[in-house]
């Protein structure tokens, strides 16, 4: 059984950093393609960014340039590098075994002052 354990948000100011930790059990971490979404009050869950087994990243266009996405797979974690942060990216962040039915239970990020 595939579990996803997500760690790291919590309540930032605008223009401050948090990175996102998404730790895998019960699978071969290093053959995944990994994702975060992210889910705001009201709308509806979206693609942030994702990562291949090689290494090979992707992002929305609403994150780029701020976001970076990474793996360690000795670890079996993902982790979402998030600077520049913005009150328009207070959510629900959740880790995603890439188009499959694993999640993790999510993690809220709050940007406020």
């Known amino acids: 059984q595939v579990q996803l354990v997500e760690s790291g948000g919590g309540l930032v100011q605008p223009g401050g950093s948090l990175r996102l930790s998404c730790t895998a059990s019960?699978?071969?971490?290093?053959?995944?393609?990994m994702a975060w979404y992210r889910q705001a009050p009201g709308k509806q869950r979206e693609l942030v960014a994702t990562?291949?087994?090689?290494?090979?990243?992707n992002y929305a266009d609403f994150v780029k340039g701020r976001f970076t996405i990474s793996r360690d797979n000795a670890k079996n974690t993902a982790y979402l590098q998030m600077n520049s942060l913005k009150p328009e990216d207070t959510a629900v962040y959740y880790c995603?075994?890439?188009?499959?039915?694993?999640w993790g239970q999510g993690t809220q990020v709050t940007v406020s002052s």
């Open positions: 995603n075994v890439f188009q499959t039915r694993f």
């Open positions: 019960g699978t071969i971490f290093s053959i995944l393609v």
């Open positions: 990562i291949t087994s090689g290494g090979t990243t």
